[in-house]
């Protein structure tokens, strides 16, 4: 089993920047793949970025060149830096990791960007 926390979500301007991260707890000191997701009322989860445990880097279009996915996996936490927000970035977003083959959510933290 695998607990996930994010943390960093909040209200912030066009433009500005916030920093999300997800600490996982339980069994985690063999998850591979962890990633970020966002979900928008009445739309379905899109995925935003991930990394995996070797620190490859994989990030939607939508998000290239202002969002930037990282890992520090001694202490089993992802972060996703979010630069030059837009309104149509808000959203829930969620944190999710593989382990054993099985995907784990975090409770999403909200993200919103006033124009």
């Known amino acids: 089993q695998v607990q996930l926390v994010e943390s960093g979500g909040g209200l912030v301007q066009s433009g500005g920047s916030l920093r999300l991260s997800c600490a996982a707890s339980?069994?985690?000191?063999?998850?591979?793949?962890m990633g970020w997701y966002r979900q928008v009322p009445g739309k379905e989860r899109g995925w935003v970025a991930e990394i995996t445990s070797g620190g490859n880097t994989n990030v939607a279009e939508s998000v290239k060149g202002r969002f930037t996915i990282s890992r520090d996996n001694a202490k089993n936490t992802v972060y996703l830096q979010m630069d030059s927000l837009k309104p149509e970035d808000t959203a829930v977003y969620y944190c999710k990791a593989t382990y054993m083959g099985w995907p784990y959510w975090g409770q999403g933290t909200q993200v919103t960007v006033s124009s």
């Open positions: 339980g069994s985690s000191s063999n998850i591979n793949v």
